[in-house]
């Protein structure tokens, strides 16, 4: 069986270990070389950019967020076998886990990084697209005679280079298309470099939880539940005309995922008309501290994906969902475009601010539109708000002095808090 060493990169047939470096970390499968279309998902990327820049943090369990948005933003995988979070209320996160560091993101260093990993990538192959700070498809195809290597080599040497140069560590998906790439890289993290081939596609698949599916959330898996589909046998018993007129547009497109079928391309220009997230509540809540929490969380996740693809917008859009499952949608146009996390929940926050107060909601989201590139954002401020500027400024030195001298060289005293 074809197989490679993740550390020297070697190339060789079936063996427990490398024959030339004797390293046991070896990926081997019958499609290994033949295979170009790749997810890259850093590991615990805010947390591993912190544990890099301050080696006191490495063997502590970390928390990124807190402070008066009190969600988690992401955490360590000390804290994460915890019981830890993303989008988890950090009074519950420090229940499960009262050692563990709290440190406000810093979002400019994170976007620095990604632009260094990305230019890594961009050494490979020109066809790139970024799903936030932190990962990315590729494809690899008809680049082997260009690198005189597959492309299972090519993303090897892609992690291997951002742990010697970056000190940051990855996880690889390797499939036939997009769909199965990304379940793939998820399935050994961290360090995981996994393989979904096209003649074990339908096999892997058939037992596996429709959750699996990118883009499913607890609503749609709440609404699949009812027609009694939990896993993709469920969903291959299904008639694609039955599931599109009970699901509609996603409806259709599960019964081609049901079959390991994705014919979208990994498409570096294919212009973007929004950037959104959300999230559903396991229980409807109209704790304000939870939803202004979850609020900042979102913002980030939207500014993430903003910065990596090199973008910015001129609309913010909030959008929430009340416990009988009526929308409110409200949006503001800003004076000059942005894709900084701060300039977003600002700008929801008033949106919010303006709703009767003490509504329960079940669904919270923040959203970016009419969408250009980066250049000449966030310059001017707001007129209303004169120290944004300055405040923009500060961040940004703060996280030079941050990036050189450690994550605790400067703390706000909200911090301490």
């Known amino acids: 069986m074809p197989s490679l060493c993740r550390d020297c990169l070697d190339r060789f ?49 970390l928390i990124i967020g807190g402070g008066r948005r009190g969600v988690v933003s992401t955490a360590c995988y000390i804290a994460r076998i915890r019981g830890v979070r993303s989008a988890m209320p950090m009074f519950q996160a420090l229940k499960l886990c009262p050692e563990a560091v709290v440190i406000k993101p810093r979002m400019q260093v994170y976007a620095d990084v990604s632009r260094q990993i990305r230019a890594m990538m961009q050494a490979l192959t020109p066809a790139i697209e970024p799903l936030s700070l932190d990962e990315a ?47 793939a890289s998820d399935l050994d993290k ?103 929490g979850h609020l900042w969380r979102l913002s980030e996740k939207v500014a993430d994906r903003a910065k990596a693809k090199e973008i910015a917008g001129r609309v913010v859009t909030l959008k929430l969902k009340r416990s009988d499952h009526s929308l409110i949608t409200r949006r503001q146009a800003l004076r000059d475009a942005t894709q900084l996390a701060d300039t977003l929940y600002r700008s929801a926050r008033g949106l919010m601010d303006h709703l009767p107060k003490g509504a329960a909601y079940r669904l919270i989201g923040v959203g970016l539109s009419e969408l250009g590139p980066e250049a000449g954002a966030d310059r001017s401020g707001d007129l209303l708000d004169p120290q944004a500027v300055q405040r923009g400024k500060a961040e940004k030195a703060t996280d030079l002095i941050r990036q050189k001298f450690g994550a605790d060289a400067i703390l706000k005293g909200r911090a301490l808090r």
Request: one cysteine or more; a negative charge; charged letters at 25%.
């Open 13 to 61: 047939d079936t063996g427990a270990r490398c024959p030339t470096c004797g390293s046991p970390r070896v990926i081997a499968h019958d499609e290994l070389f033949q295979l170009s279309i790749a997810h890259m998902d850093c590991d615990a990327f805010y947390a591993s950019v912190e544990k890099r820049d301050n080696p006191e943090l490495a063997d502590k369990p």
């Open 190 to 292: 961290p360090q995981g470099f996994s393989v979904i081939g096209a003649g074990e596609t339908a096999g892997f698949l058939r037992d596996k939880p429709v959750s699996l599916i990118w883009g499913v959330g607890q609503s749609t898996r709440t609404a699949l539940n009812a027609a009694g589909i939990r896993t993709f046998a469920d969903l291959l018993r299904w008639e694609r005309e039955d599931l599109s007129a009970r699901f509609g547009a996603m409806g259709g497109r599960l019964w081609y995922l049901a079959r390991g079928r994705d014919a979208r391309r990994v498409s570096a220009h294919e212009p973007v008309k929004s950037i959104s997230n959300e999230t559903t509540f396991f229980e409807d809540t109209k704790d304000a501290d939870i939803l202004d």
């Open 137 to 183: 498809f590729l494809d690899l195809t008809g680049t082997e005679r260009l690198h005189g290597a597959p492309p299972a080599v090519m993303l090897a040497g892609l992690v291997r280079q951002m742990r010697s140069e970056l000190g940051l560590t990855g996880s690889i998906g390797l499939s036939h298309n997009k769909f199965l790439a990304k379940i």
